[in-house]
């Protein structure tokens, strides 16, 4: 009898053990997410709605300027920038589009923040570190094609269609947008991976720039 009272306690405890751990796995995985992140503007005394969302989608009046926009409700910039150039580079450059652009509508610092809504007074402009500006020459270039041929082109590249990514899929399948390197590529603007400043994996020892680059 007192073996089979011993035992029991000795389940619970485990139980109670188990369910901790799912509690705090669950937690955590709850505190992963856009609230709380750089991109959370629902304190913001700029947007009275305190709606987290708001800020860039909207479920209804969308707006369709730009292809793939996902239920847009941000204003969007027709800053014309300076592209990233170099001797060494294989890929066809041209001007941001798809998210890149939609990112920039911020980032570039021509567009308020709080110009949403079909609001186009806003105040409220990027600033510091967040504020990337039009030229984007000193920037990693973004919306080109990277497929098998730019990577046969550059041996510098992977082969974006065969090579892993380490987030389940393959280069192509997980960080590229119709084929081409955007903002997106590299930053997951709803924080779902929790990793600092908005990426979509750990860059420790370059691990972000390998996943990409045969160095």
């Known amino acids: 009898m007192k073996e089979k009272m011993a035992m029991r306690v000795m389940?619970?405890?485990v139980m109670i053990s188990l369910a901790g751990i799912v509690i705090m796995n669950g937690n955590a995985q709850a505190a992963v997410g856009i609230t709380g992140s750089a991109?959370?503007?629902s304190s913001k005394t700029w947007?009275?709605?305190g709606e987290i969302c708001r800020v860039c989608h909207?479920?209804?009046?969308?707006n369709t300027s730009v292809t793939g926009a996902p239920l847009w409700n941000h204003a969007v910039t027709t800053a014309n920038f300076t592209l990233y150039s170099s001797s060494t580079l294989n890929a066809t450059m041209a001007q941001p589009g798809g998210?890149?652009?939609?990112?920039l509508s911020c980032h570039d610092g021509t567009v308020a923040i709080d110009n949403f809504g079909g609001r186009t007074t806003g105040t409220k402009f990027i600033w510091g570190n967040y504020l990337i500006g039009t030229d984007l020459s000193n920037d990693h270039p973004i919306s080109f094609t990277?497929?098998?041929a730019l990577a046969t082109a550059d041996d510098g590249l992977y082969n974006p269609t065969t090579q892993t990514s380490g987030l389940g899929g393959t280069i192509n399948s997980d960080m590229l947008i119709d084929d081409k390197v955007e903002c997106s590529s590299c930053h997951d603007v709803h924080n779902g991976s929790g990793v600092a400043d908005l990426l979509v994996k750990s860059n420790g020892a370059s691990a972000l720039c390998?996943?990409?680059?045969?160095?």
């Open 58 to 62: 909207t479920p209804h009046d969308a």
């Open 99 to 103: 998210p890149s652009k939609l990112c």
């Open 11 to 13: 389940l619970a405890a």
């Open 47 to 49: 947007n009275p709605s």
């Open 146 to 148: 990277y497929d098998a």
């Open 39 to 41: 991109h959370d503007f």
């Open 210 to 215: 390998l996943t990409c680059h045969n160095k």
